[in-house]
């Protein structure tokens, strides 16, 4: 398994497990409320895809000394968009909770450095 399929199954992981913990808070706030949970879905889709063609670009470069990341910039993007546009047009779907989820490899990453210096150290 290569070390980008390791990561991007820790950021999904990580991803899940933030998830419910803002499910979790958004309950004392908003009580059950649906659309943060369609909200957190969506927006952790669009994250996940974003990883997944992360890893295609830099994959591709890595190996095939591609450079066609600009492209691959670009559709990210277009995913982004789309989430964060699906959101705020539709009111079933939590709009911050949609965004939210882009947020996440800065903690999730930032984990995975941690741990990756506390097994270094052991």
């Given at each position: 398994?290569?070390?980008?399929?390791?990561?991007?199954?820790?950021?999904?992981?990580?991803?899940?497990?933030?998830?419910?913990?803002?499910?979790?808070?958004?309950?004392?706030?908003?009580?059950?409320?649906?659309?943060?949970?369609?909200?957190?879905l969506l927006g952790s889709a669009g994250l996940l895809c974003n990883?997944?063609?992360?890893?295609?670009?830099?994959?591709?470069?890595?190996?095939?000394?591609?450079?066609?990341?600009?492209?691959?910039?670009?559709?990210?993007?277009?995913?982004?968009?789309?989430?964060?546009?699906?959101?705020?047009?539709?009111?079933?779907?939590?709009?911050?909770?949609?965004?939210?989820?882009?947020?996440?490899?800065?903690?999730?990453?930032?984990?995975?450095?941690?741990?990756?210096?506390?097994?270094?150290?052991?």
């Open positions: 398994m290569d070390t980008l399929h390791h990561e991007l199954r820790f950021a999904a992981i990580g991803t899940l497990v933030l998830d419910i913990l803002v499910w979790l808070l958004s309950l004392l706030f908003t009580g059950l409320n649906l659309a943060v949970v369609l909200g957190l990883l997944l063609l992360l890893r295609r670009t830099v994959r591709n470069a890595v190996y095939h000394g591609k450079t066609r990341a600009f492209g691959g910039y670009l559709l990210r993007c277009l995913i982004a968009s789309a989430v964060i546009a699906t959101g705020m047009l539709f009111s079933q779907i939590n709009a911050l909770c949609a965004i939210l989820p882009f947020l996440y490899p800065k903690v999730i990453f930032g984990a995975l450095s941690l741990r990756k210096e506390k097994h270094e150290k052991s």
